[in-house]
């Protein structure tokens, strides 16, 4: 079982920034990617960035030129930097780790952390 923890969430104003952390007990090499997911209340769960083994990354069209994501093989931890932070950027962010196997994928979830952006 890998846990996935994440952190850097809270309360920021409009135009503002944070930075996510994500850190998994398995060492991030064995990981196919790593990626960010939020749900909005109401709303269903959505991709916001995600980066490959060999660093690939693709993000969603409403965080492109604001986010990015990153991985540290040495800490074991994956990073989303967030800037220009919007209202529609609150959302329950959650870390993933998808694992790809010959003839199988699977994914671990972190417990999530909650980014507010308001004034």
């Known amino acids: 079982q890998v846990q996935l923890v994440e952190s850097g969430g809270g309360l920021v104003q409009p135009g503002g920034s944070l930075r996510l952390s994500c850190a998994a007990s398995?060492?991030?090499?064995?990981?196919?990617?790593m990626g960010w997911y939020r749900q909005a209340p109401g709303k269903q769960r959505e991709l916001v960035a995600r980066?490959?083994?060999?660093?690939?990354?693709n993000y969603a069209d409403s965080v492109k030129g604001r986010f990015t994501i990153s991985r540290d093989g040495a800490k074991n931890t994956a990073y989303l930097q967030m800037n220009s932070l919007k209202p529609e950027d609150t959302a329950l962010y959650y870390c993933?780790?998808?694992?790809?196997?010959?003839?199988?994928?699977?994914?671990?979830w972190g417990q999530g952390t909650q980014v507010t952006v308001s004034s």
């Open positions: 980066i490959t083994s060999d660093n690939t990354t």
């Open positions: 993933n780790a998808n694992y790809k196997r010959p003839g199988v994928q699977y994914d671990y």
């Open positions: 398995d060492n991030i090499r064995r990981i196919n990617a």
